[in-house]
């Protein structure tokens, strides 16, 4: 099992910074990846970054050059530098963290969240 707890969202002006944190606690030996997902209000959960175990990074169109994953493998953190923020990324953030097992295969840990607003 592996419990996932997001923290560092709030209220921020366009233009400015956030910092999301991701902790991740358990068994996180069969970690293979993290990645941040955002949900507008009635919108699908879309994808924003991913960093793997092995430290490749991939980032949606829609935030690169503006947001910044990065890891800690030392105290299971993962985190989400977001600059220049725009209204549009206006949103619930949540961590995923992917493991995979030669018993269980692959299984996805979600957190709660954490909410994402930006003024204009």
């Known amino acids: 099992q592996v419990q996932v707890v997001e923290s560092g969202g709030g209220l921020v002006q366009t233009g400015g910074s956030l910092r999301l944190s991701c902790v991740v606690s358990?068994?996180?030996?069969?970690?293979?990846?993290y990645t941040w997902h955002r949900q507008a209000p009635g919108k699908l959960r879309d994808w924003v970054a991913l960093i793997t175990s092995s430290g490749s990074i991939t980032y949606a169109e829609s935030v690169k050059g503006r947001f910044t994953i990065s890891r800690d493998n030392g105290k299971n953190t993962v985190a989400l530098q977001m600059d220049s923020l725009k209204p549009e990324d206006t949103a619930t953030y949540y961590c995923r963290a992917e493991t995979k097992t030669a018993t269980r295969g692959t299984v996805y840990y979600w957190g709660r969240g954490t909410q994402v607003t930006v003024s204009s």
């Open positions: 358990g068994t996180t030996s069969s970690i293979t990846g």
